[in-house]
Nanobody, 134 residues
Framework: QLRLVESGGALVQPGGTLRLSCAASGFTVDFKAILWFRQAPGKEREGVSCSSASAMDSSTYYADSVKGRFTISRDNAKNTVYLQMSSLKPEDTAVYYC?????????????????????????WGQGTQVTVSS
């Protein structure tokens, strides 16, 4: 059974940093693309970042809104993917979800019109709340 568990969400001041973790079980992360989405109250879910299956592809994706501030990384030994967030802004406030790609291993398969799509995702975590406020 595929399972993803996010952790690391918290209340942080503007300009602060936070690292989210996405721990996987039931599969090996290095053979799957791992994606991060976020959803703020009253807004649509937004694709934030993606890491291609490291066994086949090293490419990553970042939404323009987080490029240069967020970094996605993997620790395959721990079967965990991280989202390091810095220079946080109030508009980064949202519930953050990690997701695993299905049969597609490259982030390019999940990008359409320069945006990360949920089509092809086959499992989701429960989400972790990030609040950026002074």
């Amino acid at each position: 059974q595929l399972r993803l568990v996010e952790s690391g969400g918290a209340l942080v001041q503007p300009g602060g940093t936070l690292r989210l973790s996405c721990a996987a079980s039931g599969f090996t992360v290095d053979f799957k693309a791992i994606l991060w989405f976020r959803q703020a109250p009253g807004k649509e879910r937004e694709g934030v970042s993606c890491s291609s299956a490291s066994a086949m592809d090293s490419s990553t994706y970042y939404a323009d809104s987080v490029k240069g501030r967020f970094t996605i990384s993997r620790d395959n030994a721990k079967n965990t993917v991280y989202l390091q967030m810095s220079s946080l802004k109030p508009e980064d406030t949202a519930v953050y979800y990690c997701a695993a790609g299905g049969t597609y291993y490259s982030c390019s398969n999940f990008v359409s019109n320069s945006r990360l799509q949920t089509t092809g995702v086959d499992s989701w975590g429960q989400g972790t709340q990030v609040t950026v406020s002074s």
